[in-house]
């Protein structure tokens, strides 16, 4: 059974960092992108970053902020989110897109407040 656990969210004043983990476990064949999403309150689910094989996309709003990463070895891809804005506040969900079927977490809660 496959299960994705994030982490590292929490609350940060703005202008501050934070580095989100996701952890994948079970068996996942052939994954062909790992994505991070987020979803605001009274908003739809926005994708955030992308990362497929060597190449990584981001959202505008992000954009030279924060930094997609993934360590194959521990079946782990990050976020590190630099300079964040209390806009940034959302509950942030990893994905992984396989050939065996797309897989989702439960969610970190990150909150940008002074």
């Known amino acids: 059974q496959v299960q994705l656990v994030e982490s590292g969210g929490g609350l940060v004043q703005p202008g501050g960092s934070l580095r989100l983990s996701c952890v994948a476990s079970g068996s996942i064949v052939g994954i062909y992108a790992m994505n991070w999403y987020r979803q605001a309150p009274g908003m739809e689910r926005e994708l955030v970053a992308t990362?497929?094989?060597?190449?990584?996309h981001y959202a505008d709003s992000v954009q030279g902020r924060f930094t997609i990463s993934r360590e194959n070895a521990k079946n782990t891809v990050y976020l590190q989110m630099n300079s964040l804005k209390p806009e940034d506040t959302a509950v942030y969900y990893c994905?992984?897109?396989?050939?065996?079927?797309?897989?989702w977490g439960k969610g970190t809660l990150v909150t940008v407040s002074s």
């Open positions: 994905r992984v897109g396989s050939f065996g079927g797309t897989y």
């Open positions: 990362i497929s094989g060597g190449n990584t």
